[in-house]
Structures are given as structure tokens and as C-alpha cells.
């Protein structure tokens, strides 16, 4: 199985800046047949599903809000919100797509600081 | 608008089977995999595998493999997931999602399976 781990456990940002997650496969998620990285990013928050934001790794999903974007290649991939708003505090994470059991990264939690 | 809507919570005693439920709607049932995923409290989500709407064909994690069954009704635009020979360790929200392929862009509200003596 891939494992896919995120780095930190848990963030806090001050309103406005900048919040950063990380995410490593433990193999390559990159297709060679079709370049694309086999990689979602999801936002938690308590008591609902995940909502996909990001998938193949930097496509926005469909009315996710710009200041989402998604980056990286191979092993390694950053989730980046570029200014934090209140609504943004969730657990975020990463899930690879390329080979079966498409496995989760344990989670980022993100707080306002 | 596509809605994926599950059945209510579940408290099963070890050993028990359980059976969710997973109602589709605002789309055509057939046309994609339904997935199913599940998230121990406090824990990662795990997927368990998903099943071909269309033509019945599953794929289970090596996981759960022998203790997971995924069906269908089409007639009635339903999935259902049962697992089998439940333990503590099963306690959990169980998700059914849907793509449109392996991205999972539409998400159940979540069924709670507790497994207490």
C-alpha cells in the first residue's frame, strides 16, 4: 500500500496569512501514460464528510474558493490557502488515487491563531 | 443537484452483521462507481473499496476483504455495504462517494456504526 504522510499534525495561522500543508507518497503517484498526478486534498470539518478541493493534485474542484491551490509532483505535494479565513479551519487531507487501497494521509488540522 | 443520501445509526454487538444503505439521486445511477470509505473516531480516513453500479463488478480493500459486501438495487437508485463478523475495532462513520472517477467530488452525510456488548 502507498502511505501518504502529512506534515505538520497541526497548524495555526493568523487570519489573512498564508497556511501551508504537506503531503509525501511513499511512492510516485505520477502516471507516466498520462503526466497527471494521481492526488486529492479534502477539508473536514466536525461532523460533516470530506468536501474535495483539489484533485490531480492542482485542479480546483468546482466552486472551491481561489485562495485553495494545490502543487508538487511525484512524492511530494503542498496544499496552500494564501489568505486564511475564519471558515477554513478544518482537518485537510491528502489522498492518492494511483493504486489500489487509495490511501489517506492522516490529517492536518488547521486553527486560527 | 446529485445527493447521496445514507441510512440512520447502527449499534451492533460483536460478532453481528450490519447493513448501510446509500440512496442516490440527481443523476443517472449507473453511469458511475460508488466508493465506500470509512473514519474510525479520531482516526484517518480508510477507503474500503468501491462497486461497479452498472454491472454488479466490486473491488474490495485486501482490508476488508471476506467481510465486506458491497450490492446494488438499481431499480430503487441503491448501494448498500455489509460488513460482517463486526468487532470493536469497526466502530466507525461509514461514507458512501461518488466521482465523476476516482475523485470523490460527492459525499453521503456519514452512517455510525457502533460495535459495543
Known amino acids: 500500500d502507498i502511505v501518504m504522510t502529512q506534515s505538520p499534525d497541526s497548524l495555526a495561522v493568523s487570519l489573512g496569512e498564508r497556511a501551508t500543508i504537506n503531503c509525501k507518497s511513499s511512492q510516485s503517484v505520477l502516471s507516466s501514460y498520462s503526466n497527471k498526478n494521481f492526488l486529492a486534498w479534502f477539508q473536514q470539518k466536525p461532523g460533516q464528510p470530506p468536501n474535495l478541493l483539489i484533485y490531480w493534485a492542482s485542479t480546483r474542484e468546482s466552486g472551491v474558493p481561489d485562495r485553495f491551490s494545490g502543487s508538487g509532483s511525484g512524492t511530494d505535494f503542498t496544499l496552500t490557502i494564501s489568505s486564511l479565513q475564519a471558515e477554513d479551519v478544518a482537518v485537510y487531507y491528502c489522498q492518492q488515487y494511483y493504486s489500489m487501497p487509495y490511501t489517506f494521509g492522516q490529517g492536518t488540522k488547521l486553527e486560527i491563531k | 443537484q446529485v445527493q447521496l443520501v445514507q441510512s440512520g445509526a447502527e449499534v451492533k454487538k460483536p460478532g453481528a452483521s450490519v447493513k448501510v444503505s446509500c440512496k442516490a439521486s440527481g443523476y443517472t445511477f449507473t453511469n458511475f462507481l460508488l466508493y465506500w470509505v470509512r473514519q474510525a473516531p479520531g482516526q484517518r480516513l480508510e477507503w474500503m473499496g468501491w462497486i461497479n453500479v452498472a454491472n454488479d463488478n466490486t473491488v474490495y480493500s485486501q482490508k476488508f476483504q471476506g467481510r465486506v459486501t458491497f450490492t446494488r438495487d438499481t431499480s430503487a437508485n441503491t448501494a448498500y455495504m455489509e460488513l460482517s463478523s463486526l468487532r470493536s475495532e469497526d466502530t466507525a462513520v461509514y461514507y458512501c462517494?461518488?466521482?465523476?472517477?476516482?475523485?470523490?467530488?460527492?459525499w453521503g452525510q456519514g452512517t455510525l456504526v457502533t460495535v459495543s456488548s
Open positions: 462517494a461518488r466521482g465523476p472517477l476516482e475523485q470523490l467530488s460527492y
